[in-house]
């Protein structure tokens, strides 16, 4: 059974960082790309950020908003996904998703951590 | 960026009726291997997001047979026949064709 679950999220003060993790089991994570998105509170979804497989030599694409305060990064040895951000603003105050990407869509999404940018 | 519109915000109707969700990219989202990079998503309270439909039209493993997905080019549908009320949720349109990867506004269904 595919298993996403993130963690990390919490209270930063404006210009903070924070660092997400995103552990995953029941796959083989070698083998598929993984995503970032974030869902503001009552807001739509919104992708961040992408990191490819070895294959495409870990490849990476940040959505143009966030271009220059994220990274996303992966450990494959632990089946895991990083997004690091940073130059918090109070406008990226969301939940974050991780989510596996079959090559052409999303296929499992985890359940989110909420991150909250407020002095 | 390709820019996906959801015009509709909120649609309301009845269990049982059909309903049509539309999504409009700003290009073409025909790639040269003959498919459409545009999936659906559905999103409830207290639950994961569940992938819908990918390449336009093809249902997820374990999708009911009354979600749709239809459209080509620019023009996209996601049709739900006789509407559950587990149906009731938000449906985002998503393209995957080309960085940075955009989602559509969202188009909540709500009971009338």
């Known amino acids: 059974e595919v298993q996403i679950l993130e963690t990390g999220g919490g209270l930063v003060k404006p210009g903070g960082s924070l660092r997400l993790s995103c552990a995953t089991s029941?796959?083989?994570?070698?083998?598929?790309?993984m995503n970032w998105v974030r869902q503001a509170p009552g807001k739509g979804l919104e992708w961040v950020a992408q990191i490819r497989n070895k294959n495409y030599n870990y490849a990476t694409y940040y959505a143009e908003s966030l271009e220059g305060r994220v990274t996303i990064s992966r450990d494959d040895s632990k089946s895991s996904v990083y997004l690091q951000v940073s130059s918090l603003r109070a406008e990226d105050t969301a939940i974050y998703y991780c989510t596996r990407d079959y090559g052409w869509y999303f296929d499992f999404w985890g359940p989110g951590t909420m991150v909250t940018v407020s002095s | 960026q390709i820019m996906l519109t959801q015009q509709a915000e909120s649609l309301w109707i009845s269990p049982g009726e059909r309903v049509s969700i539309t999504c409009r990219a700003s290009?073409?989202?025909?790639?040269?291997?003959?498919?459409?990079?545009l999936s659906w998503y559905q999103q409830r309270p207290g639950q994961t997001t569940k992938a819908l439909i990918y390449?336009?039209?093809v249902r997820t493993d374990g999708v009911p047979t009354r979600f749709i997905g239809s459209g080509s080019g620019t023009e996209f549908t996601l049709s739900i026949e006789h509407v559950q009320p587990e149906d009731f949720a938000i449906y985002y349109c998503l393209q995957t064709l080309k960085s940075p990867l955009t989602f559509g506004s969202g188009t909540k269904l709500e009971i009338k």
């Open positions: 029941g796959f083989n994570f070698n083998d598929y790309f």
């Open positions: 390449h336009a039209s």
């Open positions: 290009q073409s989202l025909l790639y040269t291997d003959g498919k459409h990079y």
